[in-house]
């Protein structure tokens, strides 16, 4: 595992983050909502969504999105931020949705057969690691930069993560 990856899921990979997430309307402009986002080791992010949720609709239109997350706290701004390019996808697959769900989401599901309940998986393929007045450094999977790739599996790396 790279340096510059090891220090990208140091931001990440430990607990859930308030992060930024932005799609595109159908128009073309661009909508950003917060989200709770969970990192794999694999670098795939997930958060749960309504089904009903404009995002969910804005997804399947247009699956490139784009995560903002890593500064817990606003007087820390000396640490680093993460500016991550993705395909994401929305799923109401069984058993993603029960890997994914823990007790902090009762506040708006019922549990994981929740039927308004679903997951956004975001598969990175580019990642900015960023710290103020440092040179941005950029991750792409694989070095490995294929156009726009498509998540064969969104879930296999998860359930195996978390297992």
Same mark, same amino acid.
């Given at each position: 595992? *790279?340096?510059?990856?090891?220090?990208?899921?140091?931001?990440?990979?430990?607990?859930?983050?308030?992060?930024?997430?932005?799609?595109?309307?159908?128009?073309?402009?661009?909508?950003?909502?917060?989200? $709770?986002? #969970?990192? *794999?080791? =694999?670098?795939?992010?997930?958060?749960?969504?309504?089904?009903?949720?404009?995002?969910?609709?804005?997804?399947?239109?247009?699956?490139?999105? +784009?995560?903002?997350?890593?500064?817990?706290?606003? *007087?820390?701004? +000396?640490?680093?931020?993460?500016?991550?390019?993705?395909?994401?996808?929305?799923?109401?697959?069984?058993?993603?949705?029960?890997?994914?769900? *823990?007790?902090?989401?009762?506040?708006?599901?019922?549990?994981? =057969?929740?039927?308004?309940?679903?997951?956004? $998986?975001?598969?990175?393929?580019?990642?900015?690691?960023?710290?103020?007045? #440092?040179?941005? #450094? $950029?991750?792409?999977?694989?070095?490995?930069?294929?156009? +726009?790739?498509?998540?064969?599996?969104?879930?296999?790396?998860? +359930? #195996?993560?978390?297992?």
């Amino acid at each position: 595992m *790279s340096d510059l990856k090891d220090r990208i899921l140091d931001v990440v990979i430990h607990q859930p983050m308030l992060s930024g997430f932005a799609t595109l309307t159908a128009d073309g402009k661009p909508w950003v909502r917060y989200v $709770v986002a #969970e990192a *794999s080791k =694999d670098l795939t992010f997930r958060f749960t969504s309504f089904k009903t949720a404009r995002k969910v609709d804005q997804i399947a239109q247009n699956a490139e999105g +784009h995560l903002t997350c890593g500064i817990p706290d606003p *007087s820390k701004f +000396h640490l680093p931020y993460l500016q991550i390019q993705g395909r994401a996808v929305f799923t109401t697959d069984a058993a993603e949705r029960e890997a994914f769900w *823990s007790d902090r989401l009762k506040v708006l599901f019922t549990g994981p =057969d929740d039927p308004r309940y679903g997951v956004v $998986v975001l598969t990175a393929y580019r990642i900015e690691y960023t710290r103020v007045g #440092e040179p941005v #450094e $950029v991750w792409t999977r694989n070095d490995e930069v294929h156009d +726009h790739p498509t998540p064969t599996n969104p879930t296999g790396a998860w +359930h #195996e993560a978390h297992s």
